[in-house]
């Protein structure tokens, strides 16, 4: 059974910092899309971030909401079969329960479309205080 979880949300003020992790179980692909979405209350979900990793090579590509660009960065450990985001510079826009999404070996295209998605997982708080 394919499961996503993620890990290290959290509070923090605004400036700091949080990496947060998505750890998957129950399948392995040669190649994956894995996405960062966020959704605050009342407001629909949005694509932060995703990676597009072929295992046994080492670049990846990415892609970045505009509103993240620069403070966030996705990143792809193999080996741990894990998907991090580290975020910086969090402002309090930035809060939202924050969900990882695996879209199977079918590429990154649609990267910030939640169709493209297959495997969701339950999500982890982010909140930034002014």
């Known amino acids: 059974q394919v499961q996503l979880v993620e890990s290290g949300g959290g509070s923090v003020q605004a400036g700091g910092s949080l990496r947060l992790s998505c750890a998957a179980s129950?399948?392995?692909?040669?190649?994956?899309?894995v996405g960062w979405f966020r959704q605050a209350p009342g407001k629909e979900r949005e694509g932060v971030a995703a990676?597009?990793?072929?295992?046994?090579?080492?670049?990846?590509?990415?892609n970045y909401a505009d509103s993240v660009k620069g403070r966030f960065t996705i990143s792809q450990d193999n080996a741990k079969n894990t998907t991090y985001l580290q975020m910086t510079s969090l402002k309090p826009e930035d809060t939202a329960m924050y969900y990882c999404?695996?879209?199977?070996?079918?590429?990154?295209?649609?990267?910030?479309?939640?169709?493209?998605?297959?495997?969701w997982g339950q999500g982890t708080q982010v909140t930034v205080s002014s």
């Open positions: 999404a695996a879209a199977g070996p079918y590429g990154c295209a649609g990267w910030n479309v939640m169709g493209t998605f297959i495997y």
């Open positions: 129950g399948y392995t692909f040669d190649s994956d899309c």
């Open positions: 990676i597009y990793y072929r295992r046994g090579l080492s670049a990846d590509s990415t």
